[in-house]
């Protein structure tokens, strides 16, 4: 049984940083690529970043340079630090399985808002 619980949301101004952290239960952990994904208000959910089991990372081009994702595989927990923030940053933010598997419909959390103010 996988269970997703996301944590370290917030109210920032913009410019300002948060760490995100996504605590993982389950046994496949290890096995998995991962990623965060974040969902705006009247917007579509969207990848933000993904990582591999090895530590490969990717992001979307409007965090790359600001946002860094990070595993702990004995910790079974997945982070995302986000720095520089902007308002169009704002969102609900969700872990889940990433790579060309994920994410699956069935892991989603709850999500942690993040909410960046001018």
Do not use: H
Not at 38 to 49: H, N, S
Not at 70 to 77: A, E, G, P, Q
Not at 87 to 105: F, H, K, L, R, S
């Amino acid at each position: 049984q996988v269970q997703l619980v996301e944590s370290g949301g917030g109210l920032v101004q913009a410019g300002g940083s948060l760490r995100l952290s996504c605590a993982f239960s389950g046994s496949i952990f290890s096995i998995k690529p991962m990623g965060w994904y974040r969902q705006a208000p009247g917007k579509q959910r969207e990848l933000v970043a993904g990582i591999t089991v090895g530590g490969s990372t990717n992001y979307a081009d409007s965090v790359k340079g600001r946002f860094t994702i990070s595993r702990d595989n004995v910790k079974k927990t997945v982070y995302l630090q986000m720095n520089s923030l902007r308002p169009e940053d704002t969102a609900v933010y969700y872990c889940n399985i990433g790579g060309p598997m994920g994410p699956v419909a069935r892991y989603w959390g709850q999500g942690t808002q993040v909410t960046v103010s001018s």
